[in-house]
């Protein structure tokens, strides 16, 4: 079968779904992942044939995605800081406005940085791994409280030989964490659950509502548990780096007040929305 009718497959099946751009998208990425192809291919060879075997993955991915299944968990992977990660079901996909976040932290510490960091809610281990790939003397630290998470987390370290401490840890409970450190990072639950009518049903049916959504009484319960934890573990002059909700700027700024954090900035991402804070302990 000519490879670009698989194409126009794609696009019939598909463009009432997800925007056409995203389905070209898609589609390069399928062909990526299963047949090693060039998103340019069809430029190059438009007339390229393809056998039975090669068609199958292909036309198994669009059934998946025509049920909303993340192309992440499709394929069983993404890219985060151009590193391939390992994801799937049960574990948060990496956004490419979290590679913000560590690219702020990189730009904040010295290559040669020897400073302990942990990562709260690491998922796929996605912020830890692309902290410690470019900042390598760094004594990496991350936790979760999904035993999956911790799973696909030490898989990733372990294909990226590095080396990560991980913990399987619940935030919310009262076991405390003797762990003396310079840098705090997370990614924690922020979506308040009024705002899940506006999310995709990529999100909403299959990524783990645990690790999306907080309540609407209490959107920073996250972020109180891991400024409490810092209290005893982060050291004076230490910096916490948080992703947010862009609508809860300002309660976060003084939650950062109210823990004695100083030099708080605010900062936004790559669809210039407010949504990575930092303050350093005071």
Not at 192 to 206: G, I, K, T, W
Request: net charge negative; aromatic share 8%.
């Amino acid at each position: 079968m000519l490879l670009r009718e698989i194409k126009n497959i794609y696009h019939l099946e598909l463009d009432t779904i997800y925007p056409k751009e995203e389905v070209d998208s898609l589609f390069s990425l399928a062909l990526s992942h299963y047949l090693k192809f060039d998103r340019f291919i069809l430029a190059l060879h438009p007339n390229l044939v393809i056998s039975k075997e090669e068609e199958q993955p292909l036309f198994e991915v669009l059934a998946a995605l025509k049920q909303h299944v993340p192309i992440q968990y499709i394929l069983g992977e993404t890219l985060f800081m151009e590193i391939p990660i390992k994801v799937g079901a049960g574990v948060l996909i990496p956004r490419p406005e979290t590679e913000d976040l560590v690219r702020w932290i990189l730009e904040d510490i010295p290559e040669d940085a020897k400073f302990t960091c942990l990562d709260v809610g690491t998922g796929s281990g996605a912020i830890a791994i692309a902290l410690k790939k470019h900042r390598p003397k760094l004594d990496m630290h991350a936790l979760d409280i999904s035993k999956r998470a911790i799973e696909i987390s030490q898989e990733n370290a372990m294909i990226h030989k590095m080396e990560i401490h991980l913990l399987e840890y619940d935030i919310l409970g009262e076991n405390p964490l003797d762990l003396p450190l310079d840098i705090v990072v997370s990614n924690p639950p922020y979506v308040r659950e009024l705002e899940q009518d506006s999310m995709a049903p990529n999100v909403l049916d299959h990524e783990p509502p645990e690790a999306l959504f907080v309540s609407d009484d209490d959107p920073l319960v996250y972020y109180e548990a891991i400024l409490k934890l810092c209290a005893d573990n982060l050291a004076k002059g230490g910096f916490v780096y948080f992703e947010i909700n862009e609508a809860l700027g300002e309660e976060m700024t003084a939650l950062l007040k109210k823990y004695s954090y100083s030099d708080i900035q605010l900062k936004k991402d790559i669809f210039e929305k407010p949504r990575m804070i930092k303050g350093r302990k005071s």
